[in-house]
Antibody, heavy 117, light 108 residues
């Protein structure tokens, strides 16, 4: 069974940093693109970033370019999201998701990041 | 502001069929076969229901089907059941990787 478990969320002040982690199991992690998506309270999901299976390329939504960094450790079956210069509008439930055929076929339960002073 | 449009709500009685539309442009929905649909119950993660316009993942009921005509994709739920009451989001992998604003499905 595919499992994705996020951690690292919490309360952070504007301008601060946070690192999210996602532990994957139940599939060959190194075969898949992995993604982070987020969902602000009462809003729809929003794609944030992707990373290739070997970690060689990363892709970001415009509003997080230069502030967020996605990375992965295939030996640890984990993907990460380093978030810097956080803004109030980054407040959201952040999901780790496995990419499949231009969609996401498995999602974690999410970790909440609240940016507030 | 999403680049895709969906009706805010759709409702139906148990056993009926309903259709949710997702309208974009020739640069996103209308290009390639890259539309997917997600179901989300309150407090839960999104669940993939349809990918590549009309393909159903293993384990998803065959009551769910996807189609596309021009710049509009559609999700049809046949034999509506109480458990289908949820929010539904379309997504286009072409264009700007954007989700639709969502449609709340109510089972009357």
């Amino acid at each position: 069974e595919v499992q994705l478990v996020e951690s690292g969320g919490g309360l952070v002040q504007p301008g601060g940093s946070r690192r999210l982690s996602c532990a994957a199991s139940g599939f060959t992690f190194s075969d898949y693109y992995m993604s982070w998506a987020r969902q602000a309270p009462g809003k729809g999901p929003e794609w944030v970033a992707n990373i290739k299976p070997d970690g060689s390329e990363q892709y970001y939504m415009d509003s997080v370019k230069g502030r967020f960094t996605i990375s992965r450790d295939n030996a640890k079956n984990s993907v990460y999201l380093q978030m810097n210069s956080l803004r109030v509008d980054d407040t959201a439930l952040y999901y780790c998701a496995r990419a499949h055929m231009s969609s996401w076929d498995n999602w974690g339960q999410g970790t909440l990041v609240t940016v507030s002073s | 502001q999403s680049a895709l449009t969906q009706p805010a709500s759709v409702s139906g009685s148990p056993g009926q069929s309903i259709t949710i539309s997702c309208t974009g442009t020739s640069s996103d929905v209308g290009s390639y076969n890259l539309v997917s649909w997600y179901q989300q119950h309150p407090g839960k993660a999104p669940k993939l229901m349809i990918y590549e316009d009309n393909k159903r993942p293993s384990g998803v009921s065959n009551r769910f089907s996807g189609s596309k005509s021009g710049n509009t994709a559609s999700l049809t739920i046949s034999g509506l059941q109480a458990e289908d009451e949820a929010d539904y989001y379309c997504y286009s992998h072409a264009g700007s990787y954007v989700f639709g604003p969502g449609t709340k499905v109510t089972v009357l």
